[in-house]
């Protein structure tokens, strides 16, 4: 249901663009070549940063990073590997809404070393464009064993793997088709917030195709509602709460952002004043210090105000749900589907029922004018504010019980912050962040060394877009998985805070090895070669940790920074505690059920 | 046709070994674990060395690696990321004959991240032997919105893109036939000598089975020849020779060795006295100070003499060929079909005719004995002496025409030189190498990064066998794809000495930027904390790098070492240099005959 769905959703827009553009098909014709077509294309939907590795093919080097190069508006940003990149491109898109993701790379050893982070961007559903610089068209055809293959003539096994992670490909065989190609994958990439594949194929780069297309901009572009069920959902919903006598609580999760309705969300909210919490996808999807913010659900690990303030109420409005194992404290959500309305991009559920093809992006608006009469009500149902104190402890240790509320006091508004899968992920949980942050994180996906690749994506973002800092918090484990990526950061300028948990690598990830390290030479011998460029700290203690997070030189340095926070390696952050032993209850649960 | 006859090859292998099996049906049962019967399969193949990455599959983190850790003579070698284990595991089975590779890593992130070392592995005929710890068997079938997957149901996703890149693959789906499949997919892992695929669900890891199939050690069979088409095939041999009057070249290729005919080879040569001259993915193949061996032959790219040498005999005796770009000098050489006989592991090829199913493994013996008749005229045969002198040059810069020699003579026998796609692949390729040296290199697939993981793998291999240094060449843009598996071989007290050529990150792939590097800190800032256990330099003269060769302390360091040599950026080796010039008329070319 859901794939037939977003197909047709692709191609009604993709019918849409076709039919204006044959609309434009009299007027005058210029020429640009297909390189120059697709920069255009990536610059009306906001593209600043390109990421990528070059490679060669033929030798005749990277031929469409020439053209990037050589853009006004679009910068090259030169990755250190393809995986890291695509992690960048990920970032990008995160922290740069209505825009995308781009990473290049070379035929074969590029692409299939950049998958993961493809493959991470579908799972979070996030839109990133990953062109492929590909053999030319004739090498394609007649497909002799070039390097960068698998020596027995099947070109297309690159493609076929970009198949499974993607939800739309082009192969750019012909200078015809080929800005249309160009134009429905995109389509596709920004409607329906997943990535999607280019092969370019290097004699295609430099080919001449018309502008024409090029005067209508590309956009998101949607089926309506079927308004006769539309009214129906509408009227249904109206019930539900009704019986509910206005004790609702809404739910948001990852896809309020992923599928571009936080100004929906927050309008509804405004006008019904229901209170509102979040799961960990959805953090900060509604600023933080919101007063009707009651803070993180997430089933049984909730803090125990919290979930009893979700659970009891007599309906939940969900919206934009992507139930995962750590997003749903390993599906502990004690909420009877009676009790649930649920809100998708390509759906609805009341209760037990189901309606396709009902997308919430349409229909919040209608919701919000129909709802906002129990505002009244709703306005009495008491929302314990968010908050978190940082406790008093005898230890001068940094622990983690401690250290999380902590930088909680640090954060500023428009601040970005990442964190990586593990430790970092559910530590910060609980913390309650100033308004207007961002919170990136990959709880779905949970690729570990994802976070550096993301920080640098997102710290380009967020200086495009004039953001606050950018913070990093990160174990030791996972830091070394994609550590080079500390030197394009500082290469380009770019001033993020990196929180490094040196817990010998102990969390998430048992023996994770890689405890050695010398954190603290790290961004001088990547990079920073005068130690002009950036700063490095080691904090063992309280008073350490405290002396640096109130100094305002730190606070506001304008270089990188790296942070090694030394905790002991068995302490734990209290919701990743209750996460593992949930896990392994669900694990021996689901034994038993067969 | 290949397909079908390797596909032939491995069910013989395995209905053979179901044989031996059967027979030992009556036998006394032991139980073992799943873990442990692999583990000892793999002790079986000569597997001293595990790599990869911890994952957790529902926090129980990793099963798998436990009992690796707890084997007595199988090490855990864990790496800092997953490529660079996948190229770890490719560089060991490189340097260990008969032995295989072995990857592990966790379900969707942990595989897809490795991916492209196994592509690797696959493209150059490199037996690995990838294993990916996944779900249970019952989330494997109820699939739960797991992290780790794409959030939409779909685990066999990863399992399918693994398809692309193995011959073969094992889900073990129950304990029954779980012995068997881990069994097949061995067999067919040493006898086709290609990577393999075990999808390993957390539960399988602890399930008893039993211990009879060990008995039978796994070994590589190959289908014996048709006895009448492998008479005939020899007459038609001996015919064509005496027809080229002794004028006979041998060429020695890759599958000499991935297909394990060196000793056969040798035995031939010793036999037959006909000249040899190597390829150069087949280069040390054939001990480059052997009398009778006159260097590399890459068609155009060949030294004069060689080209002259081979391109005038009238038979060409061509051995385990791969014909790709890089290994024949763009697909330049210039050898009439009419005067060639290709040896290759499934097939023989005699001027224009093929003869499929007849395999170089068997033949080879009796064609020596057929052959050997022709010695005395195939002694007068005239060979120049491969060498290469160090040159005499006015400036006291380091070139890449001074480099390659000068390195040559600090080589000693028994050394294993790895080299990085790109300069290091052909800078070395007119260097002589000492007996028994192993080359190392990825000339066919190219993926940049992969020497770094590969040295690691090939330490440990060499370790193993008694072998003498282990010697890397690597350019600076390449090293930082893959840099932080330096901490590796630290940790692991291995002791590679590390060329990092610092051109500015220009050749092969331009503006692989990276240059702000400390290079020198490298290795004190990645795992040698205290600066005991390496020592790093920089050269950046033809007096320095002398000093530093012919110090013999440098020379028996016993540490790992890595030596920063500065060249110039516009600077390229010979063999590079004609390399890219024919790639790009090459290119040309093809472009024209559309």
């Not at 959805?282 to 803090?303: H, L, N, P, Q, V």
């Amino acid at each position: 249901m859901q794939a037939t769905l977003t197909d047709l959703q692709s191609e009604v827009a993709r019918l849409r663009h076709e039919l204006q553009s044959l609309a434009l098909e009299h007027k005058g014709d210029e020429q640009i070549t297909v390189a120059d077509y697709l920069l255009t294309r990536l610059e009306q939907l906001g593209v600043s940063s390109i990421f990528g590795v070059p490679g060669d093919f033929n030798m005749r080097m990277s031929i469409f990073k020439d053209y990037v190069e050589d853009h006004p508006t679009i910068k090259w940003i030169g990755n250190c590997n393809e995986l890291n990149a695509a992690y960048a491109a990920d970032g990008y898109a995160r922290v740069k809404p209505h825009s995308i993701g781009v990473v290049v790379t070379t035929f074969g050893v590029g692409e299939l070393s950049a998958i993961n982070g493809i493959a991470g961007a579908f799972s979070e559903m996030v839109p990133v464009l990953h062109i492929a610089g590909v053999p030319s068209t004739t090498q394609l055809k007649t497909r002799p064993l070039l390097h960068h293959t698998l020596g027995d003539a099947r070109f297309d096994v690159f493609t076929k793997a970009a198949e499974q992670v993607t939800i739309s490909q082009a192969m750019l065989a012909n200078k015809v088709q080929a800005t249309a190609d160009i134009d429905r994958i995109l389509i596709d990439c920004v409607s329906r917030a997943r990535p999607v594949y280019l092969s370019l194929p290097t004699d295609m780069v430099s080919e001449k195709v018309s502008t024409k297309r090029l005067k209508i901009p590309l956009s998101r572009i949607l089926p309506p509602n079927n308004p006769d069920v539309e009214e129906f959902v509408l009227d249904e919903i109206i019930k539900v709460v009704r019986e509910a006598e206005s004790n609702v609580v809404v739910l948001v999760d990852a896809c309020v952002s992923r599928h571009d309705v936080q100004d929906e969300v927050k309008d509804l909210l405004a006008a019904t004043h229901f209170p509102v919490y979040s799961t960990p996808m959805g953090k900060t999807t509604i600023d933080e210090d919101y007063d009707r913010y009651g803070g993180i659900y997430i089933g049984s690990i909730s803090e125990p105000v919290i979930k009893e303030r979700v659970e009891s109420a007599k309906l939940i409005l969900s919206i934009g749900a992507l139930k995962s194992d750590f997003n749903t404290g390993m599906f502990t959500y004690r909420i009877p589907t009676t009790h649930t309305i649920e809100l998708h991009s390509d759906c609805v559920l009341v209760r037990h029922a189901h309606f396709p093809n009902i997308g919430m992006k349409q229909l919040l608006p209608k919701l919000t004018s129909r709802l906002k009469d129990f505002r009244c009500q709703a306005s009495e149902l008491v929302v314990s504010k968010f908050k978190l104190e940082v406790p008093v402890e005898e230890t001068s240790d940094i622990t983690q019980s401690y250290f999380w509320p902590r930088v909680g006091t640090f954060f500023r508004k428009k601040d970005v912050i990442v964190t990586e899968t593990g430790t970092s992920n559910f530590g910060i949980l609980d913390v309650p962040l100033p308004e207007q942050t961002i919170f990136v994180s990959q709880i779905l996906y949970g690729s570990i060394g994802w976070a550096v690749g993301s920080t640098l994506g997102a710290a380009l973002a967020a200086r495009d877009r004039g953001l606050g800092r950018v913070i990093l918090f990160i174990g030791d484990g996972s830091m070394q998985l994609t550590v080079q990526e500390l030197s394009t950061m500082t290469r380009h300028g770019l001033t993020p805070i990196i929180f490094l948990i040196n817990n010998s690598g102990y969390n998430i990830e048992r023996n994770l090895h890689g405890m050695n390290r010398k954190w603290t030479s790290l961004l001088t011998t990547l990079g920073d070669l005068n130690g002009t460029l950036s700063r490095s700290y080691t904090v063992r203690n309280k008073p350490e940790l405290e002396k640096l997070l109130d100094d305002p030189q730190f606070a506001n340095a304008g270089k990188i920074q790296l942070v090694e926070v030394v905790m002991d390696k068995y302490d734990t952050p209290r919701a990743l505690k209750m996460a593992a032993e949930l896990s392994t209850k669900y694990a021996e649960q689901s034994a038993k059920q067969f």
